[in-house]
Nanobody
Framework: QVQLVESVGDLVHTGGSLKLSCAAS????????MGWYRQAPGNQRELVAV???????NYADSVKGRFTISRDSAKNTAYLQMNSLKPEDTAVYYC?????????????????WGQGTQVTVSS
């Protein structure tokens, strides 16, 4: 099995910064996409920032220029540096990864989710 363990979120003031991490462990053959989604109360889960296959990145328009996703492939860890935080960034942030595993002699890819971490930005 695979686990995605996220760092603990925090309460920050408007304009502040916060860095989240997500470490994948377990039966991992290869990691394809890995990144962050968020869900605010009453809203659907939305993409924040993600590494797609081939090391390309994709950001939500609302965070471009403020958030930066990075990763340490050797550690199977992704990071989300969040700067200039706004109250509308308040949400539960979820790490997600598309992980290729070897099961019963065959390779298959599965999407895994972290447990979620609360980020609250006060005005």
């Amino acid at each position: 099995q695979v686990q995605l363990v996220e760092s603990v979120g925090d309460l920050v003031h408007t304009g502040g910064s916060l860095k989240l991490s997500c470490a994948a462990s377990g039966s991992i053959f290869r990691i394809f996409a890995m990144g962050w989604y968020r869900q605010a109360p009453g809203n659907q889960r939305e993409l924040v920032a993600v590494f797609t296959s081939g090391d390309s990145t994709n950001y939500a328009d609302s965070v471009k220029g403020r958030f930066t996703i990075s990763r340490d492939s050797a550690k199977n860890t992704a990071y989300l540096q969040m700067n200039s935080l706004k109250p509308e960034d308040t949400a539960v942030y979820y790490c997600s990864a598309d992980i290729q595993q070897q099961r019963m002699g065959a390779l298959a890819t599965f999407r895994y989710w972290g447990q979620g971490t609360q980020v609250t930005v006060s005005s």
